[in-house]
């Protein structure tokens, strides 16, 4: 039978969710799982969950094994078909802190920073050598397995595996699956399955460009009416907003689409809603910032909590709607299935750059993850989009030639630090967090 290597077994929830799916998926039952971690209590953690899954829902078909540390990686990977990636460089401590500390001094302040921003970026620059490495790995002993890309920032990793090594790569997001129920649910708008979509863009700022109920009714009109009546009614009425979702409402009245990622995200992703000239706008949208840390806490003591529940023998599953066993099991019996996924562009989307990693949707089958062509974006979709790419890119750049001036460069072209810091500052925070990083990061010349 085949084999699953997950790469950050240490991050037992989301572990239990692709494995637990896997053991619970016919074509996968009886696949050797590879568990691979860093951290030695965390990896014998996940080790015993997913042992106490294989027992009780998959009769002990699975082979489990685990492999602690760099050099025990080749083992974990060697013989792969599938290596599911769910690192996280550095963890909430240092790095994550750092990531919004240091940025903090200059007064730039984040929400969610681990997609784009500065913060985005130096979580990208020391996970980027770290994939190179397992890259190397994997074409010495599994070159022909696919890696479901499930760390963010995703446009940045996704598209340094696809452009700078040979390994078979796709990116996989949640924000997808959910974007259009969600909102249509939100608004409290009734509709009939199936629902068909069309969206595209990039990573967080994938666009649903069409909806429409299963009797051809477009339903964006009426989305339309209601969020802006929404936005009136929570965010220009000087009530205290309470809503969670304006930033994408106000992305709707202003260019027209709603965006697959959740507001606390987009609101970091441009120059219009953290101001400090305009801190009014922080109430008015209901922005939560420093909102990651916050949650990195919250999961933290939540894990204390939970972990008897889930390092338990006793312990079952319900399968997920995640991606990566679909996928998995599409490629292995050749059952045609559709992802939104992260590819390069290559003309799929006209009107952004080639060597982009875009979202769109997929067909995966026996030939793996083929992307569709969507045609264009909508001019100002297209351009939103622009502004994410441009530091996307450039983070790459530094990343491959090691060399500062790109992180800087990178940093200048963000949307959010651009128009809150001068040059001179920018340059010197990310001095600072260079500095701060040490060997978290290689050096830069």
């Not at 249509?184 to 969206?199: A, F, M, R, V």
Request: with cysteine; proline share 4%; aromatic share 10%.
């Amino acid at each position: 039978m085949g084999k699953i290597t997950f790469m950050g077994a240490g991050s037992t929830v989301f572990a239990k969710n692709v494995l637990g799916d896997s053991l619970q998926t016919d074509s996968l039952r009886e696949f050797e799982i590879a568990l691979y971690d860093i951290d030695p209590q965390r990896l014998e953690e996940s080790f015993k969950m997913i042992c106490a899954l294989n027992k009780n829902t998959n009769n002990n078909k699975a082979k489990i094994t685990r492999f602690l540390g760099v050099g025990n990686r080749k083992d974990a990977l060697r013989g792969a078909d599938f290596v599911v990636n769910a690192i996280q460089v550095g963890l909430y401590e240092p790095c994550t802190v750092t990531d919004f500390e240091v940025p903090k001094k200059y007064g730039l302040r984040q929400t969610i920073a681990d997609t784009l921003g500065v913060g985005g970026v130096f979580r990208a620059l020391r996970t980027i050598p770290v994939l190179e490495d397992f890259a190397r790995d994997m074409e010495e002993v599994c070159p022909d397995a696919w890696f479901l890309n499930y760390t963010n920032p995703m446009g940045m990793l996704a598209g340094f595996m696809q452009r700078y090594t040979g390994i078979k790569t796709v990116g996989l997001c949640h924000s997808v699956q959910g974007c259009t129920r969600g909102i249509l649910n939100s608004l409290g708008i009734k509709y009939t399955e199936p629902i068909k979509e069309k969206i595209a863009g990039i990573n967080h700022m994938g666009w649903l460009l069409e909806v429409y109920d299963s009797d051809g009714t477009d339903l964006y009109p009426e989305i339309r009416k209601r969020a802006c009546e929404v936005l009136e009614k929570e965010a220009f009425k000087g009530n205290k907003p309470k809503h969670w979702d304006l930033v994408r409402y106000e992305y709707i009245r202003r260019f027209g689409y709603y965006c697959t990622e959740s507001s606390e995200h987009n609101a970091e992703y441009n120059n219009l809603f953290i101001k400090s000239k305009y801190p009014e706008l922080i109430d008015r949208y209901n922005i939560p910032l420093d909102e990651y840390p916050r949650r990195c806490v919250d999961q933290i003591a939540g894990w204390a909590k939970m972990r008897d529940e889930f390092i338990n023998d006793s312990l079952t599953h319900h399968k997920t709607h995640e991606y990566a066993s679909y996928i998995m099991n599409s490629i292995y019996t050749d059952t045609p299935y559709k992802i939104g996924g992260n590819v390069i562009n290559k003309g799929l989307i006209d009107n952004l750059p080639k060597e982009a990693c875009v979202e769109v949707f997929c067909l995966v089958d026996k030939n793996g993850v083929t992307p569709t062509i969507q045609g264009p974006l909508p001019v100002q979709l297209a351009a939103l989009n622009m502004t994410n790419i441009n530091v996307q890119l450039l983070t790459i750049e530094a990343a491959v030639t090691k060399k500062k001036e790109h992180i800087y460069q990178a940093v200048m072209l963000d949307p959010h630090a651009s128009s809150e810091l001068s040059i001179d500052d920018i340059i010197a925070m990310c001095d600072d967090l260079i500095a701060e990083h040490g060997d978290w990061l290689p050096k830069y010349i």
